[in-house]
């Protein structure tokens, strides 16, 4: 199906442009330096590549465009004659033909200047061959001017076509210039044909869709028709007789009643009368436009019987007014009724249908007994159903509220609750109490609950559960444990005491074991005793002694205990900040980690700088 | 608007306050700060960690089973709002917080009387080993038997008047 492809043809290049085109391609894409020391086949080779690669160019080119362009004995019948009506069937058929004699015409040249190539014996000679064979192929194009012009004057018109699917559903609106087609078609659908009152307005075909019934339909606008015979119509006009022609469409023949288009009634008929013979097989529906400015009932005896007997022939003949829209939407029901129905006789008609009927089976329930069961259509369904059709006034809208109060306007929903008291409506309900939500108390039968409960209670307060022993307690159990506590507190401190004293000095724990270090330790002291000493080396024990003189370092410049408590304590306090830090002590002031990754990497989104 | 309840420690999640987190599988977890939260990505479970509500409850550390726990829940059936009843509620409500404190007071107190009993008994004992700490043995007795004696004489005084 050519539909799509009339969009998709390549362009078309003029007979300079292709040779440009095509030289200049051979210039850059084929190597460029050949010298006289080459090697003779290596320069044959050279000059041969560039005839070659511009035969092949050519060969392409014009190939793709014979391609691209529509045969017109494959295409459906109706675009064949459409294009022959705009194009000239013979002079397409032979710029065509003229394009493919070229690039036969060339593809011999290229081989003859191959062959002899080949029998080149100097880079001179190849190269002359190689701008003979090329200086040929060019003229050849030159001469293809006139078709290849012709070619894309074609392919711009053939681009901008309506695509019309010759086989789906159609309306065709047909008659003389300035009855009303345009206007027509731009009611029903969403085209926007020109509409003026000078005759020919519309000069090609024009397609516009319309939905009816689920389904989508063209409606198919042609320029008018004059009334001479078929060999004195123009183009214009032959472009309507081939949409009328070939496709399978309903009619819409629309006639002038008011003859305000420059032909009276009995010219319309007669034109009608003419074309008659066009609509054989397609279902007619006449439309009497400009109904708004006479009827049909106005006119004179004589053209309404015209009417009587268009009628009496069996073709529904409607009034409308593309003005006042009146009778628009009749013809198209009408029309599109018919030609469905004239659709489905062909198709049962035809072949096909009976592979498809086989499969197709309606069931129908088989009856069980009298009982008459009806469809059941709920009353509120059919309430609305009347609604509709009456058009009953709307109930008034929030939005109407909003419009009519303007600035004042307050959404307040609560208005609409449906609660057992109607003025509780507006009611601030209270959520939470002291960390509980209320709604989670709520219960209908809350009281009767509650009653229980403190019936309960009252059943533990008698039970004596809620009475403290504290009171039981006599004097004399307070004083034991107020000599409990001395005694706790005496504890303590001589345990303190104790431990201060120190009477060991450092020592190893117990769970240590005896290494190796130790017993150096004990020995290096009895190994460096080298030589024996004078009498006068004091012994350990005058050491001890001598220590035990001395006030101990933390105890030394301290008058009393109570001084000795505040050295105590201060030496204490300044050490506090030390330990927390895990330092060894006031020297040291090793940063651990100088830029802390959380402190300097990513975006800062909440919490500042000292921990983010 | 509604307090909601932490997922790991039980905590009321005040409006504006805390996380909310939707697993794949629709569940969600609403964490009152982010120690709860922080918790619970490190995959603890609330029912070990001992500072939790679950802990506590689960461990019998407070009360579980009562009446007045019976009040606070959220019910599936919704009530139209009627003034009197949400009037009566709030009252009831008040009461019920009263009484509920009281028994789950109760409840730690009567769980911490055992140790009271074992404080007052370590008291005894230690008064009776150590007191020789505080007060020199025989401190007292003199005066004491001195007392005694007159308190015997008197005693003989009056027999013999009588």
């Not at chain 1, 292709?18 to 290596?42: A, C, E, G, M, N």
């Not at chain 1, 007789?241 to 819409?252: E, F, G, P, Q, Y």
């Not at chain 1, 006599?474 to 104790?498: G, N, V």
């Not at chain 2, 009252?91 to 404080?119: D, P, S, T, W, Y």
Request: overall charge positive.
């Amino acid at each position: 199906m050519a539909l799509y492809n009339f969009k998709k043809i390549m362009v078309v290049p003029t007979a300079k442009d292709f040779i440009d085109l095509t030289l200049s391609k051979t210039q850059r894409k084929t190597p460029t330096v050949v010298h006289k020391h080459y090697q003779i086949h290596r320069i044959r080779h050279f000059y041969m590549r560039k005839v070659k690669f511009t035969q092949q160019n050519y060969h392409d080119r014009l190939s793709q465009i014979l391609t691209d362009f529509p045969k017109l004995d494959d295409v459906h019948p109706f675009y064949a004659d459409l294009m022959n009506v705009l194009y000239d069937k013979d002079h397409y058929k032979l710029a065509l033909g003229q394009i493919n004699i070229a690039k036969n015409l060339i593809d011999n040249v290229a081989k003859d200047y191959v062959r002899l190539m080949k029998y080149g014996d100097s880079l001179y000679r190849c190269k002359q061959l190689k701008r003979a064979a090329l200086g040929r192929m060019c003229t050849i194009m030159k001469r293809q001017k006139q078709s290849l012009e012709y070619l894309e004057q074609v392919r711009q018109h053939l681009s901008r076509l309506p695509t019309i699917d010759p086989n789906t559903r159609t309306l065709l609106l047909c008659g003389y210039p300035n009855v009303g087609k345009s206007s027509f078609i731009n009611k029903v659908t969403r085209a926007d044909v020109e509409v003026q009152p000078y005759a020919f307005t519309t000069k090609s075909l024009f397609v516009g869709h319309m939905d009816y019934k689920y389904l989508r339909w063209q409606v198919v606008d042609t320029p008018g028709i004059l009334d001479h015979p078929l060999e004195e119509r123009n183009t214009i006009e032959m472009q309507a007789i081939t949409a009328l022609a070939h496709l399978r469409s309903a009619v819409l023949y629309v006639m002038d009643v008011s003859e305000q288009c420059g032909h009276n009634l009995e010219q319309q008929l007669k034109l009608f009368e003419n074309i008659r013979p066009l609509f054989a097989n397609k279902p007619l529906t006449i439309v009497a436009n400009k109904c708004d400015v006479k009827k049909i009932t106005e006119l004179s005896e004589e053209n309404q019987k015209i009417f009587s007997d268009l009628v009496a022939d069996g073709i529904p003949v409607i009034e409308t007014s593309t003005l006042t829209e009146e009778g628009v939407m009749q013809v198209k029901t009408e029309a599109c009724d018919r030609l469905l129905a004239h659709r489905v006789d062909t198709k049962m008609k035809g072949k096909k249908v009976h592979d498809v009927l086989n499969r197709l089976h309606l069931a129908m329930p088989a009856k069980r007994d009298e009982k008459d069961r009806p469809p059941f259509i709920p009353e509120g369904a059919l309430t609305r159903r009347k609604a509709m059709e009456v058009d009953a006034p709307k109930r008034k809208l929030e939005r109407d509220l909003e419009v009519e109060l303007g600035d004042d306007y307050v959404l307040d929903l609560q208005k609409y609750w449906d609660l057992m008291n109607k003025d509780e409506k507006s009611d601030k309900i209270p959520e939470v109490w002291e960390g509980h939500n209320i709604a989670d108390y709520i219960d209908p039968e809350i009281m009767k609950h509650l009653v229980e409960l403190e019936k309960e209670e009252e059943l533990k307060v008698q039970a004596g559960e809620y009475d403290s022993d504290e009171e039981s307690e006599d004097d004399e159990m307070k004083e034991i444990r107020q000599l409990a506590k001395q005694i706790k507190e005496k504890k303590k401190l001589k345990f303190m005491q104790s431990i201060e004293k120190d009477v060991h000095g450092p020592r190893m724990p117990r769970t240590a074991k005896k290494s190796h270090y130790v017993a150096q330790a004990r020995r290096s002291r009895s190994t460096t005793r080298k030589r024996k000493r004078e009498p006068s080396a004091p012994p350990l024990s005058r050491t001890r002694s001598q220590s035990a003189s001395r006030p101990p370092r933390d105890a030394s410049g301290v008058r009393d205990a109570k001084m000795l408590k505040k050295v105590k304590m201060m030496m204490k306090n300044s050490q506090k900040d030390m330990n927390r830090m895990g330092k060894k002590g006031e020297a040291d002031r090793h940063v651990f980690d100088l830029k802390p990754k959380h402190l300097l990497a990513g975006k800062r989104k909440s919490g500042s700088t000292d921990r983010r | 608007m509604r307090i909601e309840k932490c997922y790991f420690c039980s905590g009321p999640v005040y409006p504006g306050h805390g996380m909310m987190f939707v697993r794949n599988d629709c569940k969600v977890f609403r964490f009152c700060k982010s120690k709860c939260h922080k918790n619970f990505k490190k995959k603890r479970n609330p029912r070990k960690t001992r500072w939790t509500k679950a802990f506590r409850k689960s461990a019998g550390k407070e009360l579980t089973v009562d009446n007045s726990l019976e009040f606070e829940k959220r019910r599936s059936i919704p009530v139209k709002y009627q003034r009197e009843l949400w009037n009566k509620t709030v009252e009831a409500m008040k009461r019920v917080e009263e009484i509920k404190q009281k028994r789950q007071a109760q409840f730690i107190v009567n769980r911490l009387k055992k140790g009271r009993e074992l404080e007052k008994s370590e008291a005894i004992s230690e008064v009776k080993k150590n007191i020789h700490l505080i007060r020199a043995p025989h401190a007292a007795k003199a005066k004491k038997m001195e007392e005694k004696m007159v308190q015997k004489l008197q005693e003989d005084v009056e027999m013999g008047e009588d």
